[in-house]
């Protein structure tokens, strides 16, 4: 049973600060989009372009399921993963956090967009679009939300934390 999986837009800082929550809690962390490049043996960006993104998000389901069903520490998802409904509906039997960031700020921590596929072409009016569509998901798949505009990774790891303690595991 996870401990936490983290939810959020690219450049919320999902896999910093998965890292530093699990680090502070003794417990493992682990990454969707590291486990597909693991298992494909190939980066995210050469996935999306060789075989394209429905392909890549087949893999992507199957590695947050397998991860979901084996993993007892922190769990930070790719951005996009909680559009699928299969993985909505397993979500509902784990302790959801989603990080909130804004579009400029998320801008300024993605910069160009180098290994993020989605990005490719206008990075802000991208994750303008992704932020538009997805917020709703996220906030309702959430058990709590932490918003970490102008908010070191260490400072927003320490809010999850405490935040945890207040919410009861599924
Ligand atoms: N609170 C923060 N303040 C400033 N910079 C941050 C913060 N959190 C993360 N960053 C920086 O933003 C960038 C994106 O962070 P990270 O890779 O953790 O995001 P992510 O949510 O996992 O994105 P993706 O969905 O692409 O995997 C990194 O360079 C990271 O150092
Ligand atoms: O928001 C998204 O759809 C994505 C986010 C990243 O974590 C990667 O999973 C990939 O670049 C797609
Ligand atoms: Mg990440």
């Known amino acids: 049973m996870t401990l936490a999986v983290i939810v959020g837009p690219m450049g919320a800082g999902k896999s910093t600060v998965g ?3 699990a680090e502070s809690l003794g417990v493992l962390a682990r990454d969707s989009d590291t486990d ?7 980066s995210i960006s050469d996935i999306f372009v060789d075989s394209g993104e429905q392909h890549f998000r087949v893999l992507e ?7 979901l069903a084996s993993h007892d520490g922190v769990l930070s998802l790719g951005g996009g993963a909680v559009l699928d409904p299969d993985t909505q509906a397993l979500l509902a039997g784990h302790r959801v956090v989603f990080l909130r960031v804004g579009l400029s700020e998320a801008v300024k921590r993605v910069g160009l967009g180098t290994g993020r596929p989605l990005l490719l072409g206008n990075v802000r009016a991208r994750i303008k679009a992704v932020l538009d569509e997805r917020a709703p998901v996220y ?4 058990d709590f939300t932490v918003d970490t505009d102008g908010r070191t990774p260490a400072e927003i ?3 999850v934390r405490q935040a945890l303690e207040q919410v009861a595991r599924p």
Do not use: N, Q, T, Y
Request: proline share 0%; glycine share 4%.
């Open 139 to 142: 906030e309702s798949l959430a």
């Open 36 to 42: 597909v490049e693991r298992i494909e043996g190939r």
């Open 157 to 159: 790891a320490d809010e």
């Open 19 to 21: 890292a530093l929550l």
């Open 61 to 67: 389901k199957a590695a947050v399921a397998d991860a």
